[in-house]
Each structure stands twice: as C-alpha cells, then as structure tokens.
C-alpha cells in the first residue's frame, strides 16, 4: 500500500514539474518592428521574450531582397543597431532581419521586420553641367524612394546656398520639378534638392529625416545672347 502511495506521489510531482515546464514555455512578449529612416542613417530592431528557463542567448539574420536569411556576426543582444543603412550595398531597401532566441529548452525564432530606406534616387537631367541661352528654359526633377512629406531648392551663385521660391524665372521650388523660365546669367550657379520623408518607428522626434542631393548637385551656365560666341579655327 505504502509503495502504491509512494508511486502515486511521484507521479503527481512528475506531471505537476512538466506543467511547470509547460507554463514557463519560452515566449517572445514584442515582435521586431519594421522600420524607414533616409539613406545613411542609424535604425535599431529589439525582441522582448518571457518565461526563460537558463541561459537566453540572441542570434540576429539579415535577408537582402531574394536572398536567404544569414546570420550577423557579432548581432547577440535583444537588440540590432543597423548603421548607415542603404550605403556600401549592405542593409539596402527591402532587407528582413529576425532574431533566433534559445534557453535551456530550445530555439524559437522572431517573426521578419522590413527595413525601407527612404533615398534621392536620382535627377534630371542626368548630365551634371547644362548651358542655355539667356531666355531660355530648363526644368531639374528629382527621383525619390519613400514617403515625400516635402520638397525644398535651392541656388548657390558662389556666395552662398539659398533657398527658392516661387516667382519672376522660378516655379515649382517646393515640387518634385524646379522649373527656371525665361533665365538669365543671373540664374547661373548649382542647384541642389533637399527632400523630408516620412519615418517609420523611429522616435518622436525623429518621425521624418531629411536627404539632400549634396553629391547631385546640377551646375547651370546661363549665356548672354548678346555675348559673342567665339570660335577658334585651327
């Protein structure tokens, strides 16, 4: 009878130690989040996880657009900072990262968060030096990838970056497309654009980031009609 009891005992404090192990089930509390911030900047990842039993250990991957997803190296924390996002051909847009977390009782793995990187993809026209005739027209254009919340030009003469706006040769100093009409020498100089995006969980002080064209900027020689054109013969 003792036996019995003893045998009934154990069997009692076995399925109460399983339930306990059942209960204490590693879990992860909060998902990485996907993120947007401008080409070039800092963007971080974070997994939350409860219920570990013994050591917890991080491993962060990365999976570029149709790639397979690869583990960071040195990438074992909660969290992931993502440098200079967009830049070197690494961390570009549409790039997943996930965690794999393991206790003592096994691995589970975080669901995937996209990182966009909002970025000046390029300007018309391509050609980085135009001349016109005085009275004549040219339009610039900027390419983006991202939410545009806006769009800011501006002129430099050689004293200095100034900021357009609209009226007399210029239109469209707050669009995607900067029109100069009816120019003059005076219009000569670079023109560059400065873009606000939108971001996407990122700090409350940082819910847009700004990309300026200072490596596109466009040069623009306006020609007095009136100066002769002076051609030399060999």
């Given at each position: ?14 399925k109460?130690?399983?339930a306990t192990?059942v ?5 992860i509390?909060s998902?990485p989040?996907?993120?947007t ?12 996880v ?8 991080y ?7 149709g790639?397979?997803f690869?583990?960071?190296?040195g990438?074992?924390?909660p ?5 200079n996002i967009?830049m ?10 996930r ?12 669901d995937?968060a996209?990182l ?9 026209p391509?050609?980085?030096n135009s001349?016109?005739c005085?009275?004549?027209s ?10 545009v ?5 501006d002129?430099?003469?050689?004293s200095?970056w ?8 210029f ?5 995607s497309?900067l029109s100069?009409?009816?120019a003059t ?22 819910q847009?980031?700004?990309e300026?064209?200072?490596?596109r900027?466009r ?6 009609p009136l100066?002769p054109?002076?051609i030399?013969h060999r």
């Open positions: 009878m003792k036996l019995i009891r003893c045998i009934w005992l154990i069997c009692l404090i076995h109460i130690h399983l192990l209960a204490a089930s590693l879990t509390t998902q989040l996907p993120q911030d401008c080409y070039g900047n800092l963007v971080e990842y974070s997994v939350g409860s219920e570990t039993v013994g050591e917890v250990t491993q962060w991957q990365r999976r570029p657009p790639g397979v690869s583990d960071i190296s990438a074992n924390s969290s992931l900072s993502v440098y967009g070197y051909g690494q961390n570009i847009d549409g790039t997943e990262y965690v794999l977390v393991t206790d003592d009782f096994g691995t589970i793995i975080s995937p996209m966009h990187v909002n970025s000046i993809t390029g300007i018309t391509v050609v980085v001349i016109i005085g009275g004549g040219i339009t610039y254009s900027v390419l983006t990838q991202g939410a919340l806006s769009y800011r030009w002129w430099n003469n050689g200095g100034t900021v357009l706006s609209d009226g007399s040769v239109s469209g100093t707050t669009t497309h100069i009409s009816n020498p005076d219009q000569s100089g670079s023109y560059r654009v400065s873009v606000t995006f939108t971001t996407l969980n990122q700090p409350l002080t940082d847009t980031c700004i300026t064209s200072f490596t900027e040069n623009l020689i306006v020609r007095d100066q054109l002076i030399y």
